[in-house]
């Protein structure tokens, strides 16, 4: 076993924080970290709630080196074993992962350096941990601990429900005294209990950082022209990494081959493409700086690029967890980021379409609709984007946080009650059996096929709404939708329908305040780069080069050899030698080992 990784026994505040410098180069824990691994070193179960970026890893991979035995990490996506393992084998720890893209010769390889007691963490999907034969033979094993990262998955009420994770209760029968951790940066009180009782954790310490991601600003824009507001968006950010998310496959294709044409490197991800090409798509990102993936939701979990500057999404996601847990790629590093959204009155016609005829119970299908319901109005919301999205998940915030659309740029309201009025009555008169389109065309007085047949120009309605475009008339329409006063009817092809509530609208007996379109944020005055004002730019690039070649050498991404808020530290502080070395934050003895000596030349020749 590497003596940079040996276990330390009793565990001892002590012997965290020692391990944490020597392997990891770090001198502090950050928030709870340093009480999760006391928690579960003691052997407890624990409930890990920390936003992406917040250093949960760390709050399982530490323990398990000063625990007796493996450390099973259960995790649902391969990409993210392999990053996993690749970052752990750079500090010294003897890592590795068992599925689908091994050969049988392999995965008999790792099984016979469990046997021989030479690993200290196994990465697995909990498909191939729950078949009986790995089962049996890691159940015989001495056993550390049980990590299950991104464990919402088990929950129907979360975002990202996958059936292989209900089965993950069996750990506690075959695994007995062995402490059991879930993790995940994205659950709300119901789905944190559900966690709890499917895994069945027994009284787990529980510890739920707060959500915010204070360097991410959030901006949302009603979608007009998607592809000119997208490239609006993306001039300031030629030569970053970043996300784009679609709904739709043929959405993705399309765009990325129409940011190329604009000169962008981007390229495709969906469950569509042939599996060769997602994995070579999705290693380009990783290990490249300036890639934009342009992804259905299938890109993304576990993510560990740092240095993604950019989640924008073209369409609606399905729910306020799903689009925190994607904005959540952007930004991990600290340095700012932004999370950008355009929406339209077909996105919540759409979505409410696919909540209604999915294969789920009544139940779950009203829980669809709740979530999207929730997102919804947080998109028309009109006070601070970040206290909102914050207490979704039951977290407070004084708000005017002053780094989202709202804050920086406040709509502007407006007494809609009339306007609204005219929609429903015409929404009414029109038998509550067509979509915002025609009721459109009815009120502004557009004579079309679909209004010749049905004789709409001869309702009391007909043009009474001519002195407004179209687009305001869809803002009406949506933000109707998103108050509850109509309803897209998904049985009838989103026809508008009034609730109960539009009773007292129509009567007078209630007013209503409408958002104004916002208006474009300001834009972020620091720098987007991620160097900084005392770093020597010459220095940062030199040291960027020197690392994207031992990466391509080693075949890993970038970040894998050294985050880039350590080259910024390396080029702030220019360290003369080992010992100075030592003190850069992420640089523990194995990379100091490693790469001490090449960085120490670089650092030279750009003193000199």
Not at 415 to 423: I, L, S
Not at 537 to 552: D, F, I, M
Request: aromatic share 6%.
């Amino acid at each position: 076993m590497n003596d940079a990784v040996a276990r330390t026994a009793p565990a001892t505040a002590d012997a965290a924080h020692d391990l944490l410098h020597r392997i990891w180069g770090y001198t502090a824990f950050r928030g709870p970290q340093a009480d999760i691994i006391a928690a579960v070193t003691a052997g407890h179960d624990c409930l890990v709630l920390m936003p992406t970026g917040g250093g949960k890893s760390i709050c399982y991979q530490l323990p398990a080196l000063l625990r007796p035995g493996l450390g099973i990490v259960v995790s649902p996506l391969i990409a993210l074993m392999q990053d996993q393992v690749a970052a752990l084998r750079q500090v010294g720890v003897a890592a590795a992962y068992l599925n689908s893209s091994q050969t049988s010769a392999e995965r008999a390889a790792v099984l016979r350096q469990i046997d021989a007691g030479a690993l200290d963490l196994l990465y697995v999907a909990p498909e191939r941990l729950l078949q009986e034969d790995t089962l049996e033979f890691l159940a015989a094993q001495p056993t550390a601990l049980i990590a299950i990262d991104e464990a919402h998955c088990v929950s129907a009420w979360g975002h990202d429900f996958r059936e292989d994770y209900l089965a993950l209760d069996r750990l506690r029968d075959r695994f007995p005294g062995v402490p059991r951790m879930a993790l995940t940066a994205t659950a709300d009180p119901r789905t944190r209990e559900d966690i709890v009782a499917r895994l069945a954790l027994d009284e787990p310490a529980r510890f739920v950082e707060g959500f915010d991601r204070p360097n991410i600003r959030y901006t949302v824009e009603s979608k007009r022209d998607p592809r000119a507001q997208l490239e609006r968006f993306l001039a300031a950010r030629r030569g970053e990494s970043g996300i784009v998310y679609c709904l739709a496959r043929r959405s993705v294709d399309a765009t990325a081959a129409w940011l190329v044409e604009r000169g962008f490197d981007a390229l495709p991800y969906h469950a569509g493409l042939d599996a060769h090409v997602r994995a070579a798509n999705q290693a380009r990102f990783l290990r490249d700086d300036a890639v934009v993936m342009v992804a259905t939701i299938a890109f993304g979990m576990g993510i560990d690029k740092p240095d993604v500057r950019f989640v924008a999404h073209l369409d609606l996601p399905k729910s306020m967890e799903a689009y925190y847990q994607e904005t959540g790629r952007a930004g991990r590093d600290g340095a700012p980021a932004d999370a950008w959204m355009i929406y339209g009155l077909q996105d919540v016609v759409r979505l409410s379409q696919m909540a209604a005829q999915s294969q789920a119970d009544e139940r779950h299908k009203r829980i669809e609709q709740e979530k999207l319901h929730a997102l919804l109005g947080w998109c028309e919301i009109t006070r601070c984007r970040r206290a909102a999205l914050l207490g979704y998940f039951g977290e407070s915030h004084p708000g005017n946080c002053g780094n989202c659309d709202v804050c920086l740029d406040p709509p502007a309201t407006w007494d809609g009650t009339e306007a609204a009025q005219k929609v429903l009555s015409c929404v009414y008169r029109t038998g509550q059996r067509f979509g915002a389109g025609h009721v459109i065309d009815v009120l502004r007085g557009t004579e079309t096929d679909k209004v010749r047949q049905h004789g709409h120009a001869r309702l009391s309605t007909w043009g009474i709404g001519s002195d407004m475009p179209v687009d305001r008339w869809r803002s009406i329409i949506r933000q109707l939708l998103v108050q509850d006063y109509l309803v897209a009817d998904a049985e009838r092809f989103g026809a508008l329908r009034l609730t109960p509530a539009s009773r007292a609208l129509l009567r007078g007996e209630c007013t209503l305040e409408l958002r104004e379109e916002a208006g474009r944020p300001q834009r972020r005055k620091a720098e987007r780069t991620g160097t900084a004002p005392d770093a020597d730019t010459a220095l940062w690039e030199a040291l960027r080069a020197r690392r994207k070649t031992l990466a391509e050498e080693q075949g890993v991404p970038p970040y894998v050899i050294f985050h880039d808020a350590t080259l910024l530290e390396l080029a702030r502080r220019r360290p003369r030698n080992a010992a100075e070395l030592l003190q850069v934050p992420g640089i523990g003895n194995a990379k100091l080992e490693r790469y001490g000596a090449i960085f120490l030349e670089v650092i030279r020749l750009g003193s000199e």
